[in-house]
């Protein structure tokens, strides 16, 4: 009977031994190193430079030399508008200080007979012009009732803006459907990464969720892309709008042909009293008072001249700095009002990282501070910055302070506009002892990790402090030699065998 039962016994013990192996277990040992903790706030791409270009006077553009994307140096010119009006006006201004002149020379000098032809001929001139100046006008007049093509403009571009209205509308609804999603997606991937931190679920499961989450992130980006673009379209439109209401209510074209117009009938005007003067002082002779009047006449004349010859200069458009071309709002043979927009340029080759930050960030952060930059359209691609500007006081309505970081831009494939993440360090310690997280149970309630002592799992309570990435700062509980279970440590008590492997 014993021997039958010694085969039994065998068979028992074996089995055992199967059941109370050791489990296998990864370690690692504790490291000195430094250690960051970094708040991320969202933030955006702003040119160091960026200028709304304005006309200095009014017209109908002639040309346009640029378009949205080129590169210009300073100084270069961008468009031009009309000049016909002006040189006109030029024209009889140097008229008028030849005729100035003359005056002047003849009351200074005297007139020979030569000297009365040459003024009779200028009286003759001037009359000419002031007849010719006075149909002008008419025609003109006559002209500026007719006001049908503005209104055309007008209705075409209240459509556009009530489309553009309606897309931004479309943008905002995607949007919140897409951070609604996001929430949802969220909530059930923290549900899930608790549960395969548990072993309940599934490593499928996991990364199922996982990509569901990632993918209601880039969602809510794209959403938010487009409804940027959505109101800068609104904001051409209304631009645009704007500029249409402005020309039917006010038309520029023809108030402008009219008001040179009567600006030239005035000189015409003048010239020809300025030229019946000097007639008849020609023939009467001058005093010392003429001659003092006839050089102030001449001194204005002159003045005028100078000041026509800048507003000609005026109507060639260029480019206040060296940058690239974002907008050209205006093409040739449209009209634009002294002041209007006409083209939009930004410098890139360094860039503005604008973000606004509470004020419990604000002491954390001084101007000439480095931080990190993400650009979240190009993934893990990292850059430095330096805090260039921190508002002064708070935004009363989002209770919120500025924060201006500047970098540079050398490749120039960063946009203005562009979304990015700004990471501003809250607490560092330069020795830290650290863990990588996932050796550590229980990390947000009972931080706690197992250690390997005599081929045994011992619990070792813990302190944290600063948490950055995957790794934690261990503040009491160990003395930095131990051999911290980081893999198999879930289902593990105290005293449990266990067998480190590689």
């Known amino acids: 009977m014993k021997n039958k039962l010694l085969p039994v016994i065998a068979v028992f013990l074996i089995l055992s031994g199967l059941v109370m192996a050791a489990p296998p277990v990864a370690v690692v040992e504790p490291v000195v190193r430094e250690i960051n903790n970094v708040r991320i706030v969202s933030s955006r791409i702003e040119p160091v430079e960026d200028v709304q270009l304005s006309a200095k ?30 040189k006109i006006q030029l024209q009889q201004v140097e008229a008028a200080v030849q005729i100035a002149e003359a005056n002047y020379k003849l009351l200074r000098d005297g007139a020979s007979e030569e000297d009365r032809r040459t003024v009779e001929a200028a009286y003759e001139q001037a009359l000419a012009s002031y007849e010719a100046a006075k149909e002008s ?26 489309a553009a209205e309606k897309q931004v509308q479309l943008a905002e609804e995607n949007l919140n459907q897409a951070m609604t999603g996001l ?25 199922m969720v996982e990509t569901q989450y990632k993918n209601a992130r880039s969602m809510v980006e794209s959403a938010k892309l487009a409804r940027e673009q959505a109101h800068i379209s609104l904001q051409g439109a209304r631009e645009g709008y704007l500029l ?39 023939r009467k002779g001058a005093r010392v008072e003429e001659l003092k009047i006839a050089q102030a006449n001449l001194n204005q004349a002159r003045a005028s001249l100078e000041q026509l010859k800048k507003a000609l200069e005026d109507t060639v458009i260029k480019s206040p700095i060296d940058g690239v071309i ?41 101007k000439g501070q480095k931080v990190t930059i993400r650009v979240l359209a190009a993934g893990k691609e990292y850059l430095e ?27 120039g494939r960063l946009r203005g506009g562009m979304f990015t993440e700004l990471y501003i360090p809250v607490a560092e310690n330069k020795a830290a002892m650290v863990l990588p997280v996932s050796a550590i149970l229980d990390l947000d309630r009972n931080p706690h990790v197992y250690v390997v002592e005599e081929g045994k799992a011992v619990k070792k309570a813990l302190e944290t402090g600063i948490i950055a990435g995957d790794f934690v700062e261990i503040l009491r509980g160990l003395g930095g030699n131990e051999k911290v279970i980081s893999r198999g440590q879930y289902n593990l008590e105290e005293g449990t065998r266990v067998e480190v492997v590689e």
């Open 244 to 282: 249409a209401e402005d020309n039917y209510n006010n038309p520029v074209q023809l108030e402008q042909q009219l008001t040179a117009a009567r600006s030239q009938l005035k000189i015409a005007e003048a010239n020809v009293e300025m030229a019946r003067a000097n007639l008849e002082k020609v």
């Open 57 to 86: 006077s009014g017209g109908i553009i002639e040309e346009v030399y640029v378009q949205v994307g080129d590169y210009v140096k300073k100084g270069q010119p961008l468009l031009k508008l009309e000049q016909d009006d002006l």
């Open 183 to 207: 929430a949802q997606a969220e909530k059930e991937y923290e549900r899930i990464k608790y549960l395969y931190a548990e072993n309940v679920a599934s490593k499928n499961q996991y990364e």
């Open 326 to 366: 974002a907008q050209v709002y205006f093409s040739a043979g449209e009209i634009v009002g002294p002041g209007t927009p006409v083209a939009n340029i930004v410098n890139l080759e360094q860039i503005y990282v604008t973000a606004s930050i509470t004020e419990e960030l604000l002491f954390n952060i001084e």
């Open 385 to 411: 910055g330096t805090v260039e500007y921190i508002s002064p006081v708070v935004d009363p309505r989002t209770q919120a302070f500025t924060l201006k970081v500047l970098a540079a831009n050398p490749a």
């Open 137 to 162: 006008l008419a025609l003109v007049e006559s002209a500026y009732q007719d006001r049908t093509a503005q209104k055309q403009q007008l209705i075409a571009a209240e459509t556009q803006l009530r």
